[in-house]
């Protein structure tokens, strides 16, 4: 691929040529680095060897001119790598650093690049350059801190990759609390975002542009020519809270979020692209406060809704503090092209609070591809948006909306970009789709960085028997990511030690045993989980039982759990065709998610929970109410509960944060039969829960001196029960009490054998799913 001229490094070669008078000096440790450093002159140039850098605070408090900055480089770009606390503070004017590797570390104070020193060394005119920055996160997830933050003026990074950040705390901020960092005219421009995995709570912005105590403040930054992929910790990927700053010919690629303006006002979209190839949640641009202009912007296949919305701009509070939501005004939205963007929304986040209406905000030259039967959604219907000059494609049903009228003979043309083809339509919207063409990875990252870096899974197979049972920790502990146990026969595997899960790992039984493997605790003590996954951990395990009261030996408080210790990042756990039991203490759990853990999937099939004290499935660890939670998605299929002292499924979010996407549970195709029956008990407790589907599904004898399901949700949460039948059992509780379908069912189930926990409904039953299997387990 070319690059444009705009990306050509060339520039980066000629900063390591020594002007007249310039000395070039080579440094091979931070001490040499250090003494350098107190002798440097403007046009000097200080050359890193090859190498790990270890704990290296790079402090510069040096100073160039424009003519001659003061460089400070890898000798080879790339092969100096900072790791464990390395960082770097510029604490004055004209310096660029490039070619620098942070990675295998994290910093334990402040930032990892910050544009300042003490609070009176700020930088200006400073550069970071052809740098990365991955695997820097703290082990902590909610140990918050920053990789970059800008200040001063006139400070620019450009061209570098800055990786998956997995701790809370935004990415990259550019601070204004400081009248010196204020109208700064910084660029953050032509760089590589590589993702940001879900946080699963507030904080996971990947950019943040000033605070609400300063978004009456100008900023002037200018964020451009940067390449976004799949920055998915929040719902704001890029959040403005400032004013008149520019964001353009930016590239967003299935990012699970959006643009935000958040507060300022006088901010300028243009000719940016979202390409969301409808993956869900992705967003485009939402509009807050006066003043702003989203114009020349290309929006594709974006399914997200509501605040993750292809497009909305948002009704405001009346008489807003500086921290709520003030009232869009006199906003201009045009020429830009919507492709089949599943929402564009005007006054959303429409509530008993949010009842200020979008005003004077002109919508023209528009061309709308649009997902449905709709152009867009106006929740308020007061005129506050006017209408004009906008196209769609398409015959619309009824008349056509004011301000619309049909392309007719449409032309368009089809531009590749990775994979995929997408249709760009002709009209004067303006849009840049040379963008297509050049922005990804390779034009925006350094020329020394490997793009590849995607780990290749080993596929080993290791067999185990019986007598071998006591070495699984050790044999665990050996193996590469991607490996697999086998456990070759039916019957007592005793251990003595919690397995310790911190790499991608399968467990499960020979295929074509009598009977399934059973892991049983020898030890004299109790033991904290069969399984414990820690950070970089994933499982997937099967036709296992676990048995947590064995003889007279010490017991297991859960089968399979998180650490208590550090943990950032996400993990998946899928668990299919497994027995738990014998989880006798109301404190125990069989699948449980410890606190500041989060899992970005757990999928639980064909598996049967049975004669248990605890709960049985329990990821409610987050109690500060702050919008935090340990599960993103729970889905359950065709798995038993029986006899049950505590619940069945215990999840919970508390808070009214709207920055996240979860939790989201799906139920289907289950059966609870004489599941906590305790005064005010309940047998799914879903507090918080965003999106969630109970379906298909038989309740016998189960939360009857309490409630079956338990709901606390917000107004716009998607819930549903339908197609479940409740027999001798609680209440359906919700705070809206709207979640129920039309097919709910109040028959006696009649089981094959329940005394063997065989659940499935007799041949011939009535109670049947909308595709006429029957409801329960099958």
């Known amino acids: 691929m070319i690059k444009q001229n705009y990306f050509i490094s060339t520039i980066f070669l000629l900063l390591l040529i020594p002007t007249v008078n310039a000395t070039t000096i080579l440094v091979s440790n931070p001490q040499e680095l250090n003494a350098a450093l107190s002798k440097a002159q403007p046009g000097d140039s200080i050359l890193l060897k090859g190498g790990t850098w270890k704990d290296v605070?790079?402090?510069?408090?040096?100073?160039?001119?424009?003519?001659?900055?003061?460089?400070?480089?890898?000798?080879?770009?790339?092969?100096?790598?900072?790791?464990?606390?390395?960082?770097?503070?510029?604490g004055s004017d004209y310096v660029t650093v490039s070619g620098i590797h942070f990675t295998d570390g994290y910093t334990t104070d402040r930032a990892v690049?910050?544009?300042?020193?003490?609070?009176?060394?700020?930088?200006?005119?400073?550069?970071?350059?052809?740098?990365?920055?991955?695997?820097?996160?703290?082990?902590?997830?909610?140990?918050?801190?920053?990789?970059?933050?800008?200040?001063?003026?006139?400070?620019?990074?450009?061209?570098?990759?800055?990786?998956?950040?997995l701790n809370s705390g935004t990415t990259l901020i550019v601070e204004l609390n400081d009248e010196r960092s204020q109208n700064n005219y910084h660029s953050i421009d032509s760089n590589y975002f590589k993702g940001h995995s879900p946080l699963g709570s507030n904080g996971g912005e990947t950019i943040r542009v000033g605070v609400s105590r300063y978004s009456l403040t100008a900023s002037r930054t200018m964020i451009h020519h940067n390449y976004f992929e799949r920055c998915s910790g929040e719902v704001e990927i890029v959040s403005?809270?400032?004013?008149?700053?520019?964001?353009?010919?930016?590239?967003?690629?299935?990012?699970?979020?959006?643009?935000v303006l958040r507060h300022g006002s006088q901010n300028k979209i243009?000719?940016?692209?979202?390409?969301?190839?409808?993956?869900?949640?992705?967003?485009?641009?939402?509009?807050?406060?006066?003043?702003?202009?989203?114009?020349?912007?290309?929006?594709m296949d974006l399914a997200g809704e509501r605040f993750h919305s292809g497009f909305s701009v948002l009704n405001g509070v009346p008489n807003s503090s500086i921290s709520r939501y003030h009232q869009v005004k006199d906003a201009t939205i045009g020429h830009n092209t919507f492709i089949n963007c599943r929402s564009i929304i005007f006054g959303a986040g429409k509530d008993a609070e949010r009842t200020a209406t979008p005003q004077n905000v002109r919508f023209t030259d528009n061309y709308i591809i649009p997902y449905g039967r709709s152009l867009y959604e106006d929740a308020n219907k007061d005129g506050g948006i006017r209408f004009a000059d906008n196209f769609y494609r398409g015959a619309m049903p009824g008349k056509p909306s004011?301000?619309?009228r049909e392309d007719i003979g449409w032309k368009g043309v089809d531009m590749k970009y990775g994979d995929s083809i997408y249709f760009i339509p002709d009209h004067k919207s303006g849009i840049d789709r040379s963008l297509l063409s050049w922005m990804d990875a390779v034009t925006t990252a350094p020329s020394w960085y490997n793009l590849d870096t995607r780990k290749?899974?080993?596929?080993?197979?290791?067999?185990?028997?019986?007598?071998?049972a006591k070495r699984l920790p050790s044999l665990i502990a050996g193996l590469s990511t991607g490996s697999e146990i086998e456990l070759t026969e039916a019957g007592l595997y005793e251990i003595d030690k919690s397995l310790i899960i911190n790499k991608h790992i399968t467990i499960r039984a020979k295929a074509g045993l009598a009977g399934k493997p059973e892991l049983v605790n020898v030890s004299g003590k109790s033991l904290p989980s069969f399984i414990i996954i820690e950070k970089g951990g994933s499982l997937k395990i099967e036709n296992i039982q676990f048995n947590s009261a064995y003889k007279s030996y010490g017991d297991v408080?859960?089968?399979?759990?998180?650490?208590?210790?550090?943990?950032?990042?996400?993990?998946?756990?899928?668990?299919?065709?497994?027995?738990?039991?014998?989880?006798?203490?109301?404190?125990?759990?069989?699948?449980?998610?410890?606190?500041?853990?989060?899992?970005?999937?757990?999928?639980?099939?064909?598996?049967?929970?049975?004669?248990?004290?605890?709960?049985?499935?329990?990821?409610?660890?987050?109690?500060?109410?702050?919008?935090i939670y340990n599960v993103e998605r729970l889905v359950i299929r065709n798995s038993a509960f029986a006899n049950t002292l505590g619940g069945a499924v215990n999840v919970y979010r508390g808070g009214n944060d709207e920055s996240t996407t979860g939790?989201?549970?799906?139920?289907?195709?289950?059966?609870?039969?004489?599941?906590?029956?305790?005064a005010q008990g309940c047998v799914l407790k879903l507090w918080g829960v965003q999106r969630a589907a109970i379906t298909n599904s038989v309740f016998n004898n189960s939360g009857a001196g309490g409630r079956v399901i338990w709901f606390e949700e917000m107004s716009w949460d998607k819930l549903l029960v339908d197609y479940c039948n409740f027999y001798r059992s609680g209440r359906v509780s919700s705070f809206y009490n709207n979640v129920t379908g039309k097919h709910i069912f109040n028959s006696n189930p009649l089981f094959n054998n329940p005394s063997r926990f065989d659940f499935r409904l007799v041949k011939g039953t009535s109670l049947l799913s909308a595709k006429g299997k029957p409801l329960g387990v099958n």
């Open 402 to 404: 004011a301000g619309f």
């Open 663 to 678: 939790p989201e549970v799906i139920i289907d195709h289950c059966t609870f039969s004489g599941v906590e029956n305790r």
């Open 456 to 468: 290749i899974l080993d596929s080993e197979v290791i067999p185990v028997s019986i007598a071998d």
């Open 113 to 165: 690049v910050e544009f300042r020193n003490k609070e009176q060394q700020l930088a200006n005119n400073c550069r970071l350059t052809q740098c990365v920055i991955e695997n820097y996160s703290r082990p902590d997830r909610f140990n918050t801190d920053h990789w970059l933050i800008l200040w001063g003026q006139h400070n620019r990074i450009d061209h570098c990759v800055i990786g998956d950040k």
């Open 557 to 627: 408080q859960a089968a399979i759990s998180t650490t208590t210790g550090p943990m950032n990042g996400s993990y998946a756990l899928k668990v299919k065709g497994c027995t738990f039991y014998n989880f006798n203490e109301s404190s125990y759990s069989c699948i449980k998610g410890a606190k500041s853990t989060y899992a970005d999937s757990v999928t639980i099939e064909d598996c049967v929970f049975r004669n248990n004290a605890g709960s049985a499935i329990d990821y409610s660890a987050e109690k500060e109410d702050k919008g």
């Open 270 to 299: 243009t000719n940016n692209i979202f390409i969301g190839n409808n993956k869900p949640f992705t967003g485009g641009v939402r509009v807050i406060n006066p003043g702003h202009t989203v114009s020349n912007n290309l929006f």
């Open 240 to 259: 403005i809270k400032s004013g008149n700053n520019e964001i353009n010919n930016n590239l967003f690629y299935e990012c699970q979020g959006g643009l």
């Open 57 to 90: 605070p790079l402090i510069i408090e040096t100073s160039g001119t424009k003519e001659k900055p003061l460089v400070i480089a890898a000798q080879e770009p790339g092969k100096v790598q900072f790791t464990g606390n390395s960082f770097i503070r510029f």
